[in-house]
């Protein structure tokens, strides 16, 4: 049974004041009992990431007249983009809905709704009978991305021990990886089988019941239990019992003793900065609030503009240029990616919570920027040395899936006030899918505008500005509370 005390709190409040010195009392838990807690809204990420793994060769058999089975298959540029991006569409309306409905609903109930639309979606579109259901379905399913990506971090960052909180969401990003990668895996597998594609697409099926029959099995989060009895929409006593009970399933406590005095700091923790108001939505951009919207939202724009989407797709034409060819090469090379960035994402897991966010993203971000240039002048002045370009793109998807890809979800899924922390990670989540929507669609005609290497060249400089906005803004948060962190903005 791990026991590990978290520092004390520094010291903190509203959006404006400050309040009383707090020390966390130790947290005690066994491991076995915080793992499923963790498990069924990580299945949220992976299905996110085996939409984008199976989309990849779901296309290609889609417009294959030989294995598409369909008689639509001769599919349009914009066709096929509605597909690709169908689903990102859906996941930005899913997070503009979150905005509204995430604090009425709670996070558990929130991933049971994501869980439904993710086997609503995966279904209509594995049995799509004609171009527009399948869009329907694909919009449906991005839905349950943008509700499961808002939630699913803040169920694990409120109900996970501090001592292991940053692992376990830094663990959901291991999960959009698999994902990632079993998608390219089912790819490889039906990509030349009839209708391959919609297998590809009902594989995800059963992930979804599991995930909705596993958060019906799960407790509320504690502490927005208490959130809700702070702000008059219960009788507190009746809900600190409740949230004690929820909490001792949680950590595998036997007893409600062992649990209580951590009950007891969250609901004088909320007295003292006047959580018991309801959230408005002008406090999101005031005080201390603020400094955790230019934190997560910057964390997360950051992550798309320093061009992820871009060098991902990108990554085809380098391998080509290093002598892989073919589609059979290009669906390997896909898997090998994936478990790089698979084996990247783990080695973050482990270290989160001993080296801390900051080290990480530091040092991932400066190996990010430098295989930008690196890429840069492979396109400008090195044409003839694709190894350089091999390089950079195997430099840049280690280094990325070490910094930017888990823990930017980690840190907004921290930084937020609890009565704000709903609305304010949609807004954060909202900035993570429309800046990819950005770097997407914006990419070729800046392509053609300046040239491939000037490109790479710019997102290497936003890279280089990133490192200063995580050495100047981003705090470190290893160790902490939510309650700490919160006081400590």
Same mark, same amino acid.
């Given at each position: ?5 978290? =520092? ?39 299905? %996110? ?15 294959? !007249?030989?294995?598409?089975? @369909? +008689? &639509? ?44 639309? %993710? ?5 209509? +579109? ?28 803040? %169920?694990?960052?409120?109900?996970? #021990? ?61 502490? &927005? ?150 890429? !840069?002048?492979? %396109? ?28 930017? &979800? ?6 937020? #006030? ?21 770097? @997407? ?35 470190? +948060?290893?160790?902490? @509370?939510?309650?700490?962190?919160? =006081? !400590?903005?």
């Amino acid at each position: 049974m791990a026991d590990k005390s978290p =520092a004390a709190i520094r010291g903190g409040g509203d959006c404006e004041g400050t309040a009383p010195l707090l020390l966390a009392p130790h947290e005690r838990y066994r491991r076995s009992a915080a793992v499923l807690p963790f498990l069924f809204p990580a299945l949220g990420g992976l299905l %996110y990431g085996y939409d984008i793994g199976a989309t990849s060769g779901a296309t290609i058999a889609l417009k294959s !007249s030989t294995f598409s089975g @369909t +008689t &639509w298959y001769n599919l349009s540029s914009l066709q096929t983009g509605l597909v690709v991006s169908g689903s990102l569409y859906g996941a930005l309306i899913g997070s503009i809905l979150a905005f509204n409905i995430a604090d009425f609903l709670g996070r558990r109930r929130e991933l049971i709704v994501s869980s439904v639309s %993710y086997l609503i979606g995966a279904l209509l +579109t594995a049995a799509a009978p004609n171009f527009p259901i399948m869009v329907v379905g694909r919009f449906l399913y991005g839905i349950g991305i943008g509700l499961a990506m808002h939630a699913a971090p803040m %169920y694990i960052a409120e109900t996970a #021990p501090s001592q292991i909180r940053g692992m376990l969401i830094s663990l959901k990003e291991f999960f959009i990886v698999l994902g990632m990668l079993l998608g390219y895996i089912a790819g490889n597998l039906f990509v030349e089988v009839v209708s391959g594609w919609r297998y590809m697409y009902a594989t995800s099926t059963p992930l979804c019941v599991i995930m909705g029959v596993g958060m019906c099995w799960l407790p509320a989060s504690p502490r &927005w239990l208490l959130l809700c009895a702070i702000q008059g929409k219960g009788n507190l006593n009746e809900t600190k019992e409740n949230a004690t009970r929820c909490l001792c399933q949680l950590r595998g406590q036997a007893s409600p003793d062992l649990v209580s005095e951590q009950v007891n700091l969250i609901v004088d923790e909320l007295s003292y900065v006047d959580q018991g108001r309801q959230a408005g939505f002008g406090e999101i951009f005031q005080g201390k609030c603020l400094k955790a919207m230019i934190i997560g939202c910057g964390l997360v724009f950051f992550q798309q503009v320093t061009g992820q989407p871009s060098v991902l797709y990108y990554a085809a034409t380098i391998l080509q240029s290093a002598g892989f060819s073919g589609a059979s090469d290009a669906t390997r090379v896909s898997i090998l990616l994936g478990l790089l960035k698979l084996i990247m994402t783990g080695v973050a897991v482990l270290v989160v919570d001993r080296l801390g966010r900051r080290p990480l993203l530091i040092g991932g971000v400066s190996g990010i920027a430098l295989s930008l240039f690196l890429l !840069s002048s492979y %396109y400008t002045l090195l044409k003839d040395a694709p190894y350089v370009a091999v390089i950079a793109l195997l430099l840049y998807v280690g280094c990325y899936q070490l910094s930017f890809g888990p823990i930017g &979800w980690l840190m907004i899924s921290e930084v937020f #006030p609890l009565r704000l922390r709903g609305r304010g990670l949609s807004i954060a989540v909202l900035v993570n899918f429309a800046s990819n929507a950005l770097v @997407t669609f914006a990419f070729s005609p800046l392509e053609d505008l300046i040239g491939t290497g000037i490109l790479f060249s710019g997102f290497g400089v936003i890279a280089v500005a990133s490192l200063g906005f995580i050495f100047c803004i981003v705090p470190e +948060t290893k160790g902490l @509370t939510l309650e700490e962190i919160e =006081a !400590s903005l």
